[in-house]
Protein backbone atom coordinates (compact mmCIF):
# COMPACT_ATOMS: atom_id res chain seq x y z
CA UNK A 1 0.00 0.00 0.00
CA UNK A 2 2.84 2.12 0.64
CA UNK A 3 4.50 1.44 -2.43
CA UNK A 4 0.80 2.23 -4.06
CA UNK A 5 0.58 5.97 -2.82
CA UNK A 6 4.06 6.65 -3.58
CA UNK A 7 3.30 5.31 -7.04
CA UNK A 8 0.37 7.49 -7.11
CA UNK A 9 2.31 10.75 -5.49
CA UNK A 10 4.84 10.51 -7.83
CA UNK A 11 3.19 10.55 -10.49
CA UNK A 12 2.12 14.65 -9.62
CA UNK A 13 6.22 15.13 -9.82
CA UNK A 14 7.09 13.02 -12.51
CA UNK A 15 4.55 14.93 -14.82
CA UNK A 16 3.53 17.94 -13.17
CA UNK A 17 2.36 19.91 -16.14
CA UNK A 18 0.22 16.96 -17.08
CA UNK A 19 -1.47 16.67 -13.90
CA UNK A 20 -1.41 20.07 -13.63
CA UNK A 21 -3.45 20.30 -16.54
CA UNK A 22 -5.55 16.99 -15.96
CA UNK A 23 -6.91 18.20 -12.85
CA UNK A 24 -7.38 22.35 -14.18
CA UNK A 25 -9.53 19.85 -16.78
CA UNK A 26 -11.40 18.19 -14.41
CA UNK A 27 -12.05 20.67 -12.08
CA UNK A 28 -13.04 22.79 -15.03
CA UNK A 29 -16.10 20.18 -16.00
CA UNK A 30 -16.59 19.41 -12.07
CA UNK A 31 -17.41 23.30 -12.39
CA UNK A 32 -19.67 24.09 -14.73
CA UNK A 33 -21.36 20.78 -13.82
CA UNK A 34 -21.70 22.10 -10.00
CA UNK A 35 -22.91 25.76 -11.87
CA UNK A 36 -25.50 24.08 -13.37
CA UNK A 37 -26.24 22.16 -9.95
CA UNK A 38 -26.32 25.56 -8.26
CA UNK A 39 -29.13 26.83 -10.71
CA UNK A 40 -31.04 23.84 -9.96
CA UNK A 41 -30.69 24.08 -6.33
CA UNK A 42 -31.65 27.96 -6.45
CA UNK A 43 -34.60 27.10 -8.85
CA UNK A 44 -35.92 24.44 -7.09
CA UNK A 45 -36.24 26.84 -3.74
CA UNK A 46 -37.56 29.38 -5.87
CA UNK A 47 -40.03 26.83 -7.17
CA UNK A 48 -40.67 26.08 -3.97
CA UNK A 49 -41.26 29.44 -2.59
CA UNK A 50 -43.66 29.89 -5.66
CA UNK A 51 -45.16 26.55 -4.60
CA UNK A 52 -46.35 27.52 -1.18
CA UNK A 53 -48.16 30.61 -2.49
CA UNK A 54 -50.50 28.09 -4.32
CA UNK A 55 -53.79 28.44 -3.23
CA UNK A 56 -57.60 27.76 -3.62
CA UNK A 57 -60.11 30.24 -3.34
CA UNK A 58 -63.73 29.45 -2.47
CA UNK A 59 -66.09 32.47 -3.28
CA UNK A 60 -69.14 32.02 -0.36
CA UNK A 61 -72.77 32.42 -1.33
CA UNK A 62 -73.74 35.40 0.12
CA UNK A 63 -75.91 35.44 3.44
CA UNK A 64 -73.81 32.21 4.42
CA UNK A 65 -74.10 31.67 7.93
CA UNK A 66 -71.44 32.10 10.39
CA UNK A 67 -72.00 28.74 11.88
CA UNK A 68 -72.20 26.58 8.61
CA UNK A 69 -68.91 28.18 7.56
CA UNK A 70 -67.05 27.26 10.82
CA UNK A 71 -68.32 23.55 10.41
CA UNK A 72 -66.80 23.44 6.77
CA UNK A 73 -63.82 25.14 7.85
CA UNK A 74 -62.80 22.02 10.21
CA UNK A 75 -64.22 19.73 7.34
CA UNK A 76 -61.84 21.42 5.12
CA UNK A 77 -58.99 21.38 7.17
CA UNK A 78 -59.36 17.46 7.83
CA UNK A 79 -58.42 16.88 4.12
CA UNK A 80 -54.84 15.27 4.30
CA UNK A 81 -54.03 17.81 1.32
CA UNK A 82 -55.06 21.19 2.98
CA UNK A 83 -52.22 22.67 5.23
CA UNK A 84 -54.07 25.68 5.98
CA UNK A 85 -57.82 27.60 5.55
CA UNK A 86 -58.45 31.46 6.24
CA UNK A 87 -61.58 32.35 6.24
CA UNK A 88 -61.97 36.17 4.66
CA UNK A 89 -65.10 37.86 5.75
CA UNK A 90 -67.09 40.39 3.11
CA UNK A 91 -65.63 43.16 5.20
CA UNK A 92 -62.25 42.09 5.46
CA UNK A 93 -62.71 41.61 2.01
CA UNK A 94 -62.95 45.21 1.07
CA UNK A 95 -60.87 46.41 3.36
CA UNK A 96 -58.14 44.39 1.85
CA UNK A 97 -59.18 45.55 -1.78
CA UNK A 98 -59.19 49.34 -0.39
CA UNK A 99 -55.45 48.72 0.94
CA UNK A 100 -54.31 46.59 -2.64
CA UNK A 101 -56.37 49.26 -5.34
CA UNK A 102 -55.70 52.50 -4.10
CA UNK A 103 -56.34 54.11 -7.37
CA UNK A 104 -59.72 53.03 -6.92
CA UNK A 105 -60.19 54.76 -3.37
CA UNK A 106 -63.30 57.14 -4.96
CA UNK A 107 -65.11 53.95 -6.02
CA UNK A 108 -64.68 52.41 -3.23
CA UNK A 109 -65.97 55.51 -1.13
CA UNK A 110 -68.90 55.82 -3.27
CA UNK A 111 -70.33 52.14 -2.39
CA UNK A 112 -73.35 52.19 -0.87
CA UNK A 113 -73.57 48.21 -0.06
CA UNK A 114 -70.25 45.73 -0.10
CA UNK A 115 -70.06 43.89 -3.33
CA UNK A 116 -67.16 41.61 -2.58
CA UNK A 117 -68.24 37.95 -1.34
CA UNK A 118 -66.91 36.50 1.77
CA UNK A 119 -63.82 33.26 0.84
CA UNK A 120 -62.24 30.99 1.73
CA UNK A 121 -58.62 31.06 1.45
CA UNK A 122 -56.53 27.39 0.76
CA UNK A 123 -53.23 26.74 1.11
CA UNK A 124 -52.06 23.10 0.07
CA UNK A 125 -49.52 20.85 1.88
CA UNK A 126 -46.16 20.39 0.48
CA UNK A 127 -46.24 17.11 -1.74
CA UNK A 128 -50.17 18.18 -2.71
CA UNK A 129 -48.94 21.58 -4.38
CA UNK A 130 -48.99 19.68 -8.25
CA UNK A 131 -51.91 20.46 -10.46
CA UNK A 132 -53.79 17.15 -10.11
CA UNK A 133 -54.16 17.60 -5.88
CA UNK A 134 -55.04 21.04 -6.64
CA UNK A 135 -57.84 19.93 -9.07
CA UNK A 136 -58.85 17.27 -6.53
CA UNK A 137 -59.47 19.10 -3.72
CA UNK A 138 -61.04 22.27 -5.93
CA UNK A 139 -63.60 19.57 -7.27
CA UNK A 140 -64.22 18.59 -3.91
CA UNK A 141 -64.86 22.06 -2.18
CA UNK A 142 -67.51 22.69 -5.15
CA UNK A 143 -69.60 19.70 -3.31
CA UNK A 144 -70.02 22.44 -0.66
CA UNK A 145 -73.50 24.28 -1.18
CA UNK A 146 -72.18 27.36 0.22
CA UNK A 147 -69.44 27.49 -2.88
CA UNK A 148 -70.51 30.15 -5.34
CA UNK A 149 -67.11 29.79 -7.08
CA UNK A 150 -63.79 28.09 -6.63
CA UNK A 151 -60.77 29.57 -7.96
CA UNK A 152 -57.33 28.58 -8.19
CA UNK A 153 -54.36 29.47 -11.05
CA UNK A 154 -55.16 26.29 -13.09
CA UNK A 155 -52.37 27.69 -15.91
CA UNK A 156 -49.95 28.87 -13.03
CA UNK A 157 -49.81 25.22 -11.09
CA UNK A 158 -49.59 23.41 -14.20
CA UNK A 159 -46.99 25.77 -15.40
CA UNK A 160 -44.80 24.79 -12.41
CA UNK A 161 -45.50 21.09 -13.31
CA UNK A 162 -44.11 21.52 -16.61
CA UNK A 163 -41.04 23.52 -15.28
CA UNK A 164 -40.02 20.87 -12.49
CA UNK A 165 -40.57 18.24 -15.17
CA UNK A 166 -38.30 20.32 -17.32
CA UNK A 167 -35.63 21.17 -14.69
CA UNK A 168 -35.13 17.55 -14.07
CA UNK A 169 -34.67 16.48 -17.30
CA UNK A 170 -32.46 19.19 -18.83
CA UNK A 171 -30.19 19.06 -15.16
CA UNK A 172 -29.69 14.86 -15.80
CA UNK A 173 -29.11 15.05 -19.28
CA UNK A 174 -26.20 18.14 -18.80
CA UNK A 175 -25.19 16.17 -15.73
CA UNK A 176 -24.63 12.81 -17.67
CA UNK A 177 -23.01 15.16 -20.54
CA UNK A 178 -20.45 16.31 -17.93
CA UNK A 179 -19.44 13.70 -16.02
CA UNK A 180 -19.15 11.49 -19.37
CA UNK A 181 -16.75 14.71 -20.53
CA UNK A 182 -14.94 14.52 -17.38
CA UNK A 183 -14.27 10.61 -17.21
CA UNK A 184 -12.93 11.07 -20.82
CA UNK A 185 -10.60 13.47 -19.69
CA UNK A 186 -9.88 11.50 -16.78
CA UNK A 187 -9.67 8.26 -18.96
CA UNK A 188 -7.03 10.68 -21.38
CA UNK A 189 -4.74 11.66 -18.68
CA UNK A 190 -4.25 8.47 -17.26
CA UNK A 191 -3.42 6.81 -20.59
CA UNK A 192 -1.03 9.54 -21.03
CA UNK A 193 0.44 8.04 -17.87
CA UNK A 194 0.56 4.88 -18.56
CA UNK A 195 1.98 5.12 -22.05
CA UNK A 196 4.82 8.06 -19.90
CA UNK A 197 5.44 4.78 -17.80
CA UNK A 198 5.70 1.87 -19.98
CA UNK A 199 9.29 1.27 -18.90
CA UNK A 200 8.37 1.04 -15.50
CA UNK A 201 5.44 -1.37 -16.21
CA UNK A 202 7.48 -3.59 -18.48
CA UNK A 203 9.83 -4.14 -15.89
CA UNK A 204 7.29 -4.45 -13.10
CA UNK A 205 5.95 -7.25 -14.82
CA UNK A 206 9.57 -8.92 -15.78
CA UNK A 207 9.89 -8.85 -11.87
CA UNK A 208 6.93 -10.54 -11.52
CA UNK A 209 4.46 -7.91 -10.12
CA UNK A 210 0.90 -8.78 -10.59
CA UNK A 211 -1.65 -7.02 -13.03
CA UNK A 212 -3.45 -6.00 -9.56
CA UNK A 213 -0.69 -4.15 -8.29
CA UNK A 214 0.21 -2.69 -11.08
CA UNK A 215 -3.06 -1.02 -11.63
CA UNK A 216 -3.30 -0.26 -7.95
CA UNK A 217 -1.22 3.25 -8.40
CA UNK A 218 -3.46 4.24 -11.57
CA UNK A 219 -6.57 3.80 -9.64
CA UNK A 220 -5.07 6.14 -6.31
CA UNK A 221 -3.65 8.58 -9.26
CA UNK A 222 -7.47 9.00 -11.07
CA UNK A 223 -9.31 8.84 -7.60
CA UNK A 224 -6.38 11.15 -6.21
CA UNK A 225 -7.46 13.84 -9.95
CA UNK A 226 -10.93 13.83 -9.51
CA UNK A 227 -11.00 14.60 -6.05
CA UNK A 228 -8.64 17.05 -6.62
CA UNK A 229 -10.76 18.46 -9.38
CA UNK A 230 -13.99 18.24 -7.69
CA UNK A 231 -11.99 20.15 -4.50
CA UNK A 232 -11.23 22.83 -6.96
CA UNK A 233 -14.57 22.84 -8.74
CA UNK A 234 -16.15 23.82 -5.53
CA UNK A 235 -13.98 26.41 -4.56
CA UNK A 236 -14.42 27.99 -7.80
CA UNK A 237 -18.40 27.32 -7.75
CA UNK A 238 -18.18 29.05 -4.10
CA UNK A 239 -16.32 31.83 -6.13
CA UNK A 240 -19.36 31.71 -8.87
CA UNK A 241 -22.03 32.03 -6.12
CA UNK A 242 -20.36 34.98 -4.29
CA UNK A 243 -19.98 36.76 -7.30
CA UNK A 244 -24.25 36.31 -8.20
CA UNK A 245 -24.97 37.01 -4.50
CA UNK A 246 -23.17 40.17 -3.92
CA UNK A 247 -23.85 41.30 -7.43
CA UNK A 248 -27.16 39.96 -8.71
CA UNK A 249 -29.58 37.96 -6.12
CA UNK A 250 -28.92 36.23 -3.23
CA UNK A 251 -28.39 32.89 -4.06
CA UNK A 252 -28.37 29.51 -2.13
CA UNK A 253 -25.03 27.33 -2.20
CA UNK A 254 -24.79 23.67 -1.68
CA UNK A 255 -25.29 22.59 1.50
CA UNK A 256 -22.23 20.60 3.87
CA UNK A 257 -23.69 17.07 2.67
CA UNK A 258 -24.22 18.63 -0.43
CA UNK A 259 -20.45 19.39 -0.89
CA UNK A 260 -19.56 16.46 0.54
CA UNK A 261 -21.09 14.36 -2.46
CA UNK A 262 -19.66 16.87 -4.71
CA UNK A 263 -16.39 15.58 -3.56
CA UNK A 264 -17.32 12.29 -3.33
CA UNK A 265 -18.33 12.29 -7.02
CA UNK A 266 -15.53 13.54 -8.69
CA UNK A 267 -13.36 11.07 -6.64
CA UNK A 268 -15.49 8.32 -7.83
CA UNK A 269 -15.19 9.69 -11.54
CA UNK A 270 -11.80 9.77 -11.26
CA UNK A 271 -11.52 6.21 -10.46
CA UNK A 272 -14.16 5.06 -12.68
CA UNK A 273 -12.16 7.03 -15.27
CA UNK A 274 -8.64 5.25 -14.95
CA UNK A 275 -10.23 2.06 -13.67
CA UNK A 276 -11.84 1.98 -17.75
CA UNK A 277 -8.21 3.56 -19.01
CA UNK A 278 -6.19 1.24 -17.06
CA UNK A 279 -7.86 -1.54 -18.20
CA UNK A 280 -7.84 -0.98 -21.56
CA UNK A 281 -4.72 0.70 -22.28
CA UNK A 282 -2.52 -1.67 -19.69
CA UNK A 283 -2.70 -4.91 -21.65
CA UNK A 284 -0.82 -2.80 -24.31
CA UNK A 285 2.19 -1.82 -22.81
CA UNK B 1 14.14 -26.71 -14.82
CA UNK B 2 13.46 -25.66 -18.40
CA UNK B 3 12.22 -28.02 -21.15
CA UNK B 4 11.08 -27.18 -25.16
CA UNK B 5 9.17 -29.90 -26.48
CA UNK B 6 9.17 -29.46 -30.28
CA UNK B 7 8.45 -26.00 -30.11
CA UNK B 8 7.49 -23.58 -33.41
CA UNK B 9 6.88 -20.07 -32.99
CA UNK B 10 5.02 -18.68 -35.99
CA UNK B 11 5.28 -14.52 -36.95
CA UNK B 12 2.39 -12.91 -37.51
CA UNK B 13 2.74 -12.97 -41.09
CA UNK B 14 3.54 -16.28 -40.99
CA UNK B 15 7.30 -16.66 -41.46
CA UNK B 16 8.83 -18.88 -38.59
CA UNK B 17 10.57 -17.70 -35.69
CA UNK B 18 11.88 -21.19 -34.33
CA UNK B 19 11.01 -24.27 -35.64
CA UNK B 20 10.97 -27.79 -33.96
CA UNK B 21 13.44 -26.15 -30.90
CA UNK B 22 13.40 -29.12 -28.19
CA UNK B 23 16.25 -29.26 -25.56
CA UNK B 24 15.88 -29.32 -21.48
CA UNK B 25 18.07 -27.41 -19.01
CA UNK B 26 19.36 -29.01 -15.78
CA UNK B 27 19.43 -27.13 -12.28
CA UNK B 28 22.74 -25.02 -11.61
CA UNK B 29 23.13 -25.85 -15.66
CA UNK B 30 24.91 -23.00 -17.72
CA UNK B 31 24.34 -22.67 -21.18
CA UNK B 32 24.60 -20.31 -23.76
CA UNK B 33 22.66 -19.72 -26.95
CA UNK B 34 24.59 -18.63 -29.87
CA UNK B 35 23.64 -17.35 -33.06
CA UNK B 36 22.90 -14.49 -35.68
CA UNK B 37 20.73 -11.83 -34.70
CA UNK B 38 17.39 -12.68 -35.52
CA UNK B 39 18.47 -16.62 -35.22
CA UNK B 40 15.88 -17.41 -32.40
CA UNK B 41 17.86 -16.42 -29.51
CA UNK B 42 15.47 -13.96 -27.68
CA UNK B 43 12.49 -15.55 -29.00
CA UNK B 44 13.62 -18.49 -26.44
CA UNK B 45 14.02 -16.52 -23.97
CA UNK B 46 10.74 -14.66 -24.34
CA UNK B 47 8.51 -18.15 -24.06
CA UNK B 48 10.74 -18.67 -20.79
CA UNK B 49 9.92 -15.88 -19.14
CA UNK B 50 6.15 -16.44 -20.96
CA UNK B 51 6.48 -12.83 -22.63
CA UNK B 52 5.20 -14.91 -25.22
CA UNK B 53 3.29 -18.72 -26.20
CA UNK B 54 4.70 -21.40 -28.25
CA UNK B 55 2.26 -22.02 -31.48
CA UNK B 56 2.95 -25.29 -30.94
CA UNK B 57 4.62 -27.48 -28.66
CA UNK B 58 5.51 -27.09 -25.29
CA UNK B 59 7.56 -24.82 -22.80
CA UNK B 60 7.92 -26.23 -19.41
CA UNK B 61 9.87 -23.84 -16.69
CA UNK B 62 10.17 -24.67 -12.89
CA UNK B 63 6.42 -26.96 -12.91
CA UNK B 64 4.61 -23.99 -15.14
CA UNK B 65 3.71 -25.31 -18.75
CA UNK B 66 3.00 -23.87 -21.46
CA UNK B 67 0.02 -26.43 -22.32
CA UNK B 68 -2.17 -25.13 -18.65
CA UNK B 69 -0.74 -21.44 -18.27
CA UNK B 70 -2.90 -18.93 -17.05
CA UNK B 71 -2.33 -15.02 -16.88
CA UNK B 72 -2.26 -14.80 -12.87
CA UNK B 73 0.47 -17.75 -12.85
CA UNK B 74 2.55 -15.41 -14.93
CA UNK B 75 4.28 -13.30 -11.94
CA UNK B 76 4.66 -16.34 -10.21
CA UNK B 77 6.18 -18.08 -12.94
CA UNK B 78 8.60 -14.57 -13.18
CA UNK B 79 9.56 -14.22 -9.50
CA UNK B 80 11.52 -17.41 -10.16
CA UNK B 81 13.56 -15.91 -13.14
CA UNK B 82 15.90 -13.28 -12.82
CA UNK B 83 16.37 -11.32 -16.41
CA UNK B 84 18.48 -9.26 -17.91
CA UNK B 85 18.87 -7.17 -20.94
CA UNK B 86 21.26 -5.63 -23.18
CA UNK B 87 19.96 -1.90 -22.59
CA UNK B 88 20.06 -2.80 -18.59
CA UNK B 89 16.09 -1.30 -18.27
CA UNK B 90 16.80 0.51 -15.54
CA UNK B 91 14.45 3.01 -14.27
CA UNK B 92 16.26 6.66 -15.05
CA UNK B 93 14.83 8.53 -11.63
CA UNK B 94 16.21 5.75 -9.01
CA UNK B 95 19.68 5.27 -7.29
CA UNK B 96 21.10 1.84 -8.30
CA UNK B 97 19.40 0.53 -4.87
CA UNK B 98 16.10 1.99 -5.44
CA UNK B 99 16.01 0.01 -8.53
CA UNK B 100 17.19 -3.40 -7.02
CA UNK B 101 14.75 -3.21 -4.48
CA UNK B 102 12.04 -2.15 -6.80
CA UNK B 103 12.23 -5.87 -8.33
CA UNK B 104 11.34 -6.68 -4.15
CA UNK B 105 8.51 -3.90 -3.45
CA UNK B 106 6.75 -4.44 -6.66
CA UNK B 107 6.33 -8.37 -5.12
CA UNK B 108 5.06 -7.38 -1.92
CA UNK B 109 8.73 -7.91 0.22
CA UNK B 110 8.50 -6.78 3.69
CA UNK B 111 10.42 -3.77 4.44
CA UNK B 112 12.17 -4.98 7.07
CA UNK B 113 13.72 -7.63 4.53
CA UNK B 114 14.13 -5.25 1.57
CA UNK B 115 17.51 -2.97 2.79
CA UNK B 116 19.70 -5.75 3.80
CA UNK B 117 19.04 -8.53 1.27
CA UNK B 118 19.52 -5.49 -1.76
CA UNK B 119 22.74 -4.41 -0.19
CA UNK B 120 23.35 -8.38 0.03
CA UNK B 121 23.07 -8.37 -4.07
CA UNK B 122 24.75 -5.02 -4.39
CA UNK B 123 27.76 -5.84 -2.59
CA UNK B 124 28.13 -9.79 -4.97
CA UNK B 125 28.07 -7.77 -7.75
CA UNK B 126 30.61 -5.08 -6.66
CA UNK B 127 28.37 -2.02 -6.25
CA UNK B 128 28.14 -1.37 -2.38
CA UNK B 129 29.77 1.83 -2.93
CA UNK B 130 27.89 3.13 -5.64
CA UNK B 131 24.06 2.19 -3.93
CA UNK B 132 23.49 5.75 -4.38
CA UNK B 133 24.58 6.77 -7.58
CA UNK B 134 21.98 6.78 -9.91
CA UNK B 135 21.93 4.83 -13.65
CA UNK B 136 23.23 8.23 -15.61
CA UNK B 137 26.19 8.62 -12.74
CA UNK B 138 27.52 4.54 -13.77
CA UNK B 139 29.35 3.10 -16.40
CA UNK B 140 27.82 0.70 -18.80
CA UNK B 141 29.03 -2.08 -17.10
CA UNK B 142 28.16 -1.12 -13.66
CA UNK B 143 24.49 -0.35 -15.01
CA UNK B 144 24.09 -3.99 -16.29
CA UNK B 145 26.08 -4.84 -12.66
CA UNK B 146 22.75 -2.67 -11.43
CA UNK B 147 20.31 -4.92 -13.49
CA UNK B 148 22.22 -8.45 -12.93
CA UNK B 149 21.60 -7.21 -9.12
CA UNK B 150 17.73 -6.85 -9.39
CA UNK B 151 17.70 -9.73 -11.32
CA UNK B 152 19.59 -11.54 -8.38
CA UNK B 153 17.86 -10.30 -5.67
CA UNK B 154 14.55 -12.44 -5.60
CA UNK B 155 17.13 -15.52 -5.64
CA UNK B 156 15.79 -16.75 -8.78
CA UNK B 157 16.45 -20.58 -10.39
CA UNK B 158 17.33 -19.77 -13.86
CA UNK B 159 18.74 -15.87 -14.93
CA UNK B 160 18.27 -15.34 -18.60
CA UNK B 161 20.76 -12.75 -20.08
CA UNK B 162 19.83 -11.66 -23.72
CA UNK B 163 23.06 -10.07 -25.25
CA UNK B 164 24.02 -8.52 -21.99
CA UNK B 165 27.47 -7.48 -22.89
CA UNK B 166 25.97 -6.34 -26.01
CA UNK B 167 26.52 -2.49 -25.44
CA UNK B 168 29.57 -2.83 -23.08
CA UNK B 169 33.43 -2.47 -24.23
CA UNK B 170 35.94 -5.62 -23.85
CA UNK B 171 37.07 -5.04 -20.38
CA UNK B 172 33.05 -4.08 -18.88
CA UNK B 173 32.10 -7.48 -20.61
CA UNK B 174 34.95 -9.72 -19.06
CA UNK B 175 33.68 -8.53 -15.99
CA UNK B 176 29.95 -9.14 -16.70
CA UNK B 177 30.82 -12.57 -17.66
CA UNK B 178 32.75 -13.52 -14.76
CA UNK B 179 29.91 -12.03 -12.39
CA UNK B 180 27.47 -14.58 -14.66
CA UNK B 181 29.85 -17.35 -13.49
CA UNK B 182 30.18 -16.51 -10.51
CA UNK B 183 26.66 -16.54 -9.93
CA UNK B 184 25.95 -19.92 -11.63
CA UNK B 185 28.96 -21.06 -9.04
CA UNK B 186 26.56 -20.24 -6.44
CA UNK B 187 23.64 -22.86 -8.10
CA UNK B 188 21.79 -20.51 -10.24
CA UNK B 189 21.46 -21.58 -13.45
CA UNK B 190 22.23 -19.05 -16.33
CA UNK B 191 20.98 -18.73 -20.02
CA UNK B 192 22.93 -16.51 -21.68
CA UNK B 193 22.02 -15.63 -25.36
CA UNK B 194 24.67 -13.63 -26.91
CA UNK B 195 26.56 -13.89 -30.50
CA UNK B 196 30.16 -12.65 -28.99
CA UNK B 197 31.60 -16.20 -30.31
CA UNK B 198 35.06 -14.85 -27.86
CA UNK B 199 32.49 -15.13 -25.00
CA UNK B 200 31.32 -18.67 -25.86
CA UNK B 201 34.87 -19.75 -26.51
CA UNK B 202 36.06 -18.61 -22.85
CA UNK B 203 34.41 -21.17 -20.95
CA UNK B 204 33.16 -25.03 -21.63
CA UNK B 205 29.67 -24.46 -20.81
CA UNK B 206 26.79 -26.37 -22.65
CA UNK B 207 25.97 -24.36 -26.13
CA UNK B 208 23.01 -24.41 -28.38
CA UNK B 209 23.50 -22.65 -31.48
CA UNK B 210 20.68 -21.36 -33.45
CA UNK B 211 20.06 -20.79 -37.10
CA UNK B 212 16.85 -19.46 -38.73
CA UNK B 213 14.91 -20.78 -35.85
CA UNK B 214 16.34 -24.27 -35.84
CA UNK B 215 19.01 -25.82 -33.11
CA UNK B 216 21.69 -26.43 -35.44
CA UNK B 217 24.01 -27.11 -32.55
CA UNK B 218 23.96 -28.77 -29.11
CA UNK B 219 27.13 -29.22 -27.59
CA UNK B 220 25.34 -31.58 -24.86
CA UNK B 221 23.78 -33.88 -28.13
CA UNK B 222 27.45 -33.78 -29.31
CA UNK B 223 29.43 -34.77 -26.04
CA UNK B 224 26.54 -37.38 -25.89
CA UNK B 225 27.12 -38.98 -29.40
CA UNK B 226 31.02 -38.96 -28.26
CA UNK B 227 30.58 -40.85 -24.87
CA UNK B 228 28.63 -43.38 -26.56
CA UNK B 229 30.68 -43.96 -29.54
CA UNK B 230 33.83 -43.94 -26.38
CA UNK B 231 31.59 -46.97 -24.90
Known sequence: MRLTIREALLSFRRAPVLSALAVTTIAFALFVLGLFGLVVINLRSTLAQIEERVEIVVYLTRGTPVEVVTVAIGDIQAFPEVQSVNYVTEDQALERARQELVEFQGVFDDLTQNPLPASLEIRMRQGYRDSRSVRDVADRLRGFRFAEDVRFGRDWVEKLDRLRGIAGVVGLVIGLGFAAASVMIIGTTIRMTVLSRAREIHIMRLVGATDGFIRRPFLLDGAMKGALGGAFAIVLNYGAYLAVSRGLFEAAFFSVEQTTLFLLFGTVLGLAASAFSVGRHLPQV | ?231
Open chain 2, 1 to 231: MIRFNKVFKAFPKGSLALKDVSFHLAKGEFLFLTGHSGAGKSTILRLVYADDLPTSGMVRVSGFSTSSLKRRDIPRLRRRLGIVFQDFRLLEDRTAEENVAFALEVTGTRKSVIAPKVMRVLTQVGLAAKAQAYPRELSGGEQQRVAIARALVNDPLVLLADEPTGNLDERATRGVFQLLRDINATGTAVVLATHDLDLVRAAPYRTIELQEGAVVYDSAEDEGAEEAVES
